[in-house]
C-alpha cells in the first residue's frame, strides 16, 4: 500500500516554516492559514500576483458578505503575516486598516449567581476550579494548568505560568479559599464557603 503525503503548495510552505520559526500556536497558524486560502479563492489566482486594490477589494467584500469586524480583522491579520514576511510584499497590506469592534460591557455575575453555580456543582474537584476561577480571576486554561505547587498561602497568591499570551503573572487569591471546613468564623458571608 502506498501512503503518500499531501502536497503542499509552493507558498504555504514557506508561510508554515515562517509561523514555526515564530513559534506562532497551532490555532494562529491554521487561521493564518484559512485567511490566505479565503483570499485565494476569492481571488481566483495565486495570491502572490495580488495587489493594494486586491487586498482592498477583499475587505470590501468582507464588509458586504456581513462578516463580523472581530473575523474581518483576523483575516486581515493573517494576510499581513502572508504578505508582509513571507513574501516580503508589505505594500499589498499597507492601506488596510482594522475595523472598528463595538465595545460592549461583558456580562458578569452577581456574587449571588456566582455562589448559586458553584454550589450546583456535585464534584469537589470542579467546585474547586470554578471557586478559584471566580475568586481569582483566571481563564478555564490558567485553572487546568494549576498546580499545587503554584499556590503561595503565605503571601495568597497564585503564580500562572504561561497565562494568555504566553506570560508568568501572580493571581491574589482570596484567603477564603485556603481555609478548610469548618474554620471560617461564624460571621461570614463568603461567597466561597462550598470549599472551605
Known sequence: MNTSTPKISPLRQPMIEDMRIRKLEPKTQSGYIRAVLDFTVWFGRSPDRAGPE??????????????????????QTGLRFFFDITLNRPQVMDKIRSVRVPQRLPVVLSREEATRLIKATRNIKYRAALSVAYGAGLRASEVISLK?????????VLRIEQGKGRKDRFALLPPILLTRRGEAGPNSDSSFDVVR
Open 54 to 75: 486586491d487586498a482592498r477589494l477583499f475587505q470590501l467584500h468582507l464588509v458586504d458578505k456581513g462578516v463580523s469586524p472581530i473575523s474581518i480583522n483576523a483575516m
Open 148 to 156: 499545587v505547587s503554584d499556590v503561595d498561602s503565605k503571601r495568597n
